[in-house]
């Protein structure tokens, strides 16, 4: 009496006060525990209720449970519901298996801009290497509408994160973009990418330094430093 919990016990207990239906409790706990020894996972991933499938999609990204990609797989890609498909895409780029990719990229056609933008970021979970050309795709956007812009700072990312040397064209496209977020994301990124021989992306990043947003002119000067490391490593 009078001791104070260990802190991951209480923080086990403020996560599960905030749970809203029951079966995120066990969920949580599953989490908690790093296992799904019993697979107890599995019942919730066919729930009916959406809210508990798409948590469940998330616990099995979270503890990388491979067992369960073919079941997020067909989440992904045949849930009625956009948030259970779009957390089933994530799940499977945290599983981040050979086979994952494809289910991935088909995903980048859904109907729903939040499934690309997870299936986006997904793709940027996986082993470094060429994106797909339909994620290469939306580094130039096809229209000036909100979600065309986010999927654009998406694909960004998941360029840097893969270090695609197929995005570089499109990334130093996007370092003149009116939209601070897009030019840091592209700074960020370049840093990132195998820059060829052209010198293009040190002249891009070059030109950041001069930008007038702070965390762009960073991400330049990072960038530059990391294209120069390379070439004396050469």
């Known amino acids: ?3 104070e919990r260990p802190q991951a016990e209480r923080r086990t207990v403020t996560i599960l ?3 809203e239906l029951p079966g995120e409790e066990e969920i949580l706990n599953l989490e908690d525990e790093r296992a799904d020894l019993g697979g107890q996972l599995a019942k919730y991933l066919s729930d009916k209720d959406p809210k508990l499938r798409a948590r469940a999609a998330l616990g099995v990204g979270r503890i990388r449970l491979g067992t369960y990609e073919p079941a997020i797989a067909k989440l992904a890609l045949t ?7 779009a957390r089933a895409a994530w799940a499977l ?9 494809a289910a991935i990229t088909t995903l980048l056609d859904d109907r729903s801009a939040d499934v690309k933008l997870a299936a986006l970021a997904a793709l940027g979970l996986l082993r470094p290497g060429p994106l ?4 290469r795709a939306f580094l130039v956007p096809q ?3 909100r979600s065309a812009l986010e999927l654009l700072k998406a694909a960004l990312i998941a360029a840097g994160r893969r270090a695609d040397d197929g995005a570089l064209a499109g990334t130093i496209a996007a370092t003149t973009h009116a939209e601070e977020e897009v030019r840091w994301r592209a700074a960020w990124a370049l840093g990132r990418l195998p820059a060829g021989e052209s010198g293009e992306a040190a002249k891009a990043l070059a030109a950041l330094l001069q930008d007038g947003n702070a965390t762009t002119r960073a991400f330049a000067a990072e960038g530059l430093g990391r294209l120069g490391d390379h070439a004396a490593a050469a």
């Open 17 to 19: 006060s905030q749970a």
């Open 93 to 101: 780029g945290r599983l981040g298996s050979d086979g994952a990719e």
């Open 1 to 3: 009496a009078g001791c």
């Open 79 to 85: 849930d009625a519901d956009k948030t259970v498909r």
């Open 143 to 145: 229209s000036n509408e």
């Open 132 to 135: 797909p050309d339909k994620a």
